[in-house]
């Protein structure tokens, strides 16, 4: 080998190799502008993830309550501490909604929020009182909180001109 005398033929593809930009390049640049194109349209439709979030973890740790509670069936210390922790989940999940709904267009809908997230308060404080409607109360907790769970998704997973149509913005006419 160290005697053989290069060809033209060999001495041209070892140009063309060294000079053409390696294949993977443009992948990982394609690959990296997809990730980031996902990304945007990712950030841009989790508007209220933070508040989903704390709110299924909300009616988890509700759920899990009402079933010790009624297996416990006199409440008492277990009631208070049931009470007291979904009041203070409650709290992470008014927090997280005020930092998020600064953001949005959506000012009616705030209404709509605050009158759930009230009605699950009162559940959740009347769990501690002797004598409370267990059922009750769950029913009136889960009616308010569920379909929360799905309006925040469906605002999360709605598309700018539907959330401003939604908003009540004028759309401009396309025909």
């Known amino acids: 080998m160290a005697g053989r005398i290069p060809t033209a033929a060999s001495v041209a593809s070892t140009r063309t190799t060294a000079a053409t930009p390696s294949v993977a390049a443009p992948l990982l640049l394609h ?3 997809a ?10 439709n989790m508007r209220t993830l933070t508040t989903q979030l704390r709110l299924r973890r909300l009616l988890r740790t509700q759920a899990d309550y009402h079933r010790r509670l009624l297996d416990d069936g006199k409440g008492g210390p277990l009631a208070t501490a ?3 922790r979904l009041l203070e989940l409650l709290g992470d999940v008014r927090s997280a909604w ?6 949005l267009i959506l000012t009616d809908l705030h209404g709509y929020v ?8 009162a559940s959740a404080a009347a769990i501690a009182r002797p004598g409370a409607d267990l059922p009750r109360l769950n029913a009136e907790f889960r009616d308010a909180g569920l379909p929360l769970v799905f309006f925040l998704r469906g605002l999360d997973d709605s598309d700018a001109p539907v959330v401003a149509e939604l ?7 396309t025909a």
């Open 167 to 173: 908003a009540g913005q004028s759309l401009a006419r």
């Open 35 to 44: 990730s980031e194109r996902t990304f945007d349209i990712l950030s841009r």
């Open 31 to 33: 690959s990296f502008l």
């Open 98 to 103: 005020q930092r998020e709904s600064g953001e």
């Open 82 to 84: 049931a009470s007291a």
């Open 114 to 121: 605050t009158r759930s997230l009230a009605v699950m308060g």
